[in-house]
C-alpha cells in the first residue's frame, strides 16, 4: 500500500511540475493579455453607465498591468477620458514628460486589443467637446494652461484640419511660452509645413495629331506621333525639353534626282526641342503658359533590314532629311489633384492632371526637297505630373 502511495504521489507530482513548467513558458502572458482584455471592457461598462468613480478605478487597474511589453491603454484613449472625467492635473502632469521618444517607445509595445473602447470615448468626448472646452476655460487653469488644453483636445479630436493654421498656433504658443514644459510634447505633433518653393520640374507625355501645310500636305498623311516633355519651373517661366515621335505614310511619290520614294511608303518622323514659356495663369485649377522655341528635325523612310535590296538602301540614303526649325506652342493644365498633393506624397504645390497643347512648327525640309516646303501644325493631349521643390516652413 506504501508503494501505490508513494506512485500515486508521484505521478500527482509529475503532472504538477508539468503544469508549473506550462504556465512558466505560456500562461503568464496569456494571463497578462486576457486581464487587460477583461479590464478594458469593465472600464468600457463604467463609461458607458457615467460611472466617474469606477472609470478611474478601471483606469488605475489598467495603468498597473501595463509594463515594458504590454499597453494597457493607449495615451491618447487615457487622455480623453482625462477631459470626461475633468481631470486636467493629471493631464498636465503626463503631457509635461511626454514627446516624441515616448510616443515611439508606446509604439513598440503590443497594443491593447480591438474592442471598440476608444470609438465609445472619442464619440463621447466629441459630443462633449462644447461643454469641455467652457470648463477649460473656466477652471483653475491659468493661461499658459488653459491655452495648451484647448490644443491639445482639438489635436485629440483630430479638429485641426488646417495644418497650415495649427502650426502658426503652435508656433504662437512657443513664442508667448518659450519656457513651458508643454513645448516638448507640442514638438511632436506639429505639422510638418511644406510650402511651394519658386522652383519646380514636371514630366508629361501626350498623343499628337499633326497636320501639314502647302506641299508637305499633298506629300504625307496626317502625323500621329508621341510626344515626351522634360521641364524646369522658375516662378512662372517654363524651360521645356520635348521629344516627339511618330510617323505616317506618304501621300504622293516623292522624287530626288534618279530616286524616287514611293507614294504609301512608311516614313518616321522625330524631332527634339527647347522651349520657353511663362504661366500667364497659374492658380488651383488650371495653369496656362505660351512658350516659343526652336527643334531639330528628321523625316526618313523605316531603317531598311538586313535583307533590304540595294533599292530600299538608295532610297534610304536620297530621303533622309535633317533640318531646325522654330515652335510654338499654347499649354492648358487641367490641375485634377492640386489641392490633395500630400495624399500622394508630394510638396505642397504640386500637381498632376490632364494638359492640352496647340503647336505650330516652321519645317524647313523645303531646302532639301521642294515637294517637303510647309509647315506643322498639332493638337497633343496628355498627361503631366509637376512638383514643386519642397521648403519646409
Partial sequence: ?????????????????????????????????????????????????????????????????ENDTYSGLNWDERWLLYYWADNFGALLAEASIFGANERAAQ?????????SLFEFIDATVY??????????????????????????????????????????????????????????????????ILVPANKGFGFSGHFISGNWSRELERSLNPLFAAQFDLYYWVDRWNVSASTILGGQKLARDIFDGSYTWPKKDQSNYFSFGLEFGYDLINNDKVRLFPAIGGAFATL????????????????????????????????????????NAADWGAPKGSYHGV???????????????????????????????????????
Fill in 127 to 192: 459630443e462633449q467637446r462644447f461643454v469641455i472646452f467652457q470648463k477649460i476655460q473656466q477652471g483653475f487653469l491659468n493661461a499658459e494652461e488653459k491655452a495648451f488644453t484647448s490644443m491639445l483636445l482639438e489635436y485629440l479630436l483630430r479638429l485641426n484640419k488646417n495644418e497650415e493654421d495649427f502650426s502658426t498656433r503652435l508656433e504662437a504658443f512657443g513664442t508667448t511660452y518659450p519656457t513651458s514644459k508643454f513645448n516638448y510634447f507640442l514638438k511632436s505633433i506639429k505639422p510638418r
Fill in 355 to 393: 494638359r492640352l497643347r496647340v503647336g505650330y512648327n516652321w519645317l524647313n525640309f523645303k531646302s532639301q526637297n521642294y515637294l517637303l516646303a510647309g509647315n506643322m501644325f498639332y493638337i497633343a493631349v496628355g498627361y503631366n505630373l509637376f512638383a514643386f521643390k519642397e521648403a519646409k516652413k
Fill in 300 to 339: 526618313k523612310p523605316v531603317s531598311p533590314g538586313e535583307d533590304a535590296s540595294d533599292l530600299d538602301l538608295d532610297i534610304y540614303d536620297n530621303f533622309s532629311f535633317l533640318e531646325a526649325h522654330l515652335t510654338a506652342s499654347v499649354t492648358a493644365d487641367a490641375k485634377l489633384f492640386g489641392k
Fill in 1 to 65: 500500500m506504501k508503494t501505490n502511495y508513494a506512485f500515486l504521489f508521484f505521478i500527482v507530482l509529475l503532472f504538477d511540475l508539468s503544469a508549473q513548467t506550462d504556465s512558466i513558458l505560456f500562461a503568464q502572458p496569456l494571463r497578462v493579455t486576457q486581464r487587460i482584455s477583461q479590464a478594458r471592457l469593465s472600464l468600457r461598462e463604467a463609461f458607458l453607465k457615467a460611472d466617474h468613480a469606477e472609470t478611474g478605478l478601471w483606469i488605475e487597474a489598467l495603468n498597473g498591468l
Fill in 107 to 115: 509604439a513598440y509595445k503590443q497594443s491593447p486589443p480591438s474592442d
